[in-house]
């Protein structure tokens, strides 16, 4: 059956053999008062695994809008958020920035820690999920590494796309948070990034795999899209993954 594509207002509803998802914006607040723009896909299945999406830098929720509804067809539901360190991807504006700005809030990229906690309290406190899986590309795939070693026991698993030591955290580098990750981790990245995340990943003592391309491949989530070279090995790279979880 081919996806039919229904759109009103806010709400976009996909169809096919496999999944019924609906997609819906919304806001909520971070500890420090900045107001958080996210994306919601859902699908009929409110027990589905649940994976929180993070964008890189200069970036908005739009890096995400061809990945989650494949996931959601994965059988995953979905939120993927603006972080306040970020501009624009995809026509989409990232709503968390502007609203930083408007409040004379800090934008580098540690400064974003408040927004991805505030997601994750929100998956688990308001969404009820189960099973919380985060994702995060470029400076949030660092991000979302120091957030698994906060949460240990809550966190099921987390991919992260082109980590790196892109800041430090109280004075630590990346590394020595990922030391204390208990859940599955996955990391990839282009192939010449290898070396930024190398010892982070060592680090791990958890369940873990990585996944490098054949050739240069692309930085960050975007090397899902459709238009990345070699999009295909990326994605059955993230489904193993995924399935394991």
């Not at 409110?46 to 989650?68: M, N």
């Not at 009820?128 to 660092?142: E, F, Q």
């Not at 930024?196 to 391309?213: N, Q, V």
Request: glycine residues 6%.
């Amino acid at each position: 059956m081919k996806q039919l594509i229904i759109t009103l207002a806010f709400f976009t509803f996909f169809i096919s053999k496999n999944a019924f998802a609906q997609t819906k914006t919304i806001d909520f607040p971070s500890e420090d008062g900045v107001t958080i723009t996210a994306d919601l896909y859902i699908i009929e299945d409110a027990k589905a695994p649940f994976i929180i999406l993070f964008h890189q830098a200069g970036y908005s929720r739009g890096e995400y809008l061809e990945i989650a509804p494949k996931l959601n067809k994965l059988g995953f539901n979905c939120m993927a958020i603006d972080q306040r360190s970020g501009k624009e991807v995809n026509g989409i504006v990232n709503e968390t920035h502007k609203n930083a700005i408007s409040l004379n809030k800090k934008i580098k990229y540690p400064d974003a820690i408040p927004d991805v906690e505030a997601a994750f309290n929100y998956v688990k406190n308001d969404l009820k999920a189960s099973k919380i899986i985060i994702w995060g590309s470029s400076y949030s795939a660092a991000l979302v590494l120091y957030l698994g070693s906060q949460y240990p026991n809550e966190v099921a698993g987390i991919l992260s796309f082109s980590p790196g030591e892109y800041f430090k955290i109280d004075g630590n580098e990346i590394k020595s948070y990922t030391s204390k990750i208990t859940c599955p981790v996955f990391i990839t990245s282009a192939k010449n990034e290898h070396d930024s995340w190398k010892e982070m990943y060592t680090a791990i003592p958890s369940e873990k795999s990585y996944f490098l391309p054949k050739t240069k491949g692309k930085h960050g989530s975007k090397a899902l899209w459709d238009d990345s070279e070699e999009h295909k090995d990326y994605w059955k790279a993230v489904i193993e993954f995924l399935n394991k979880i």
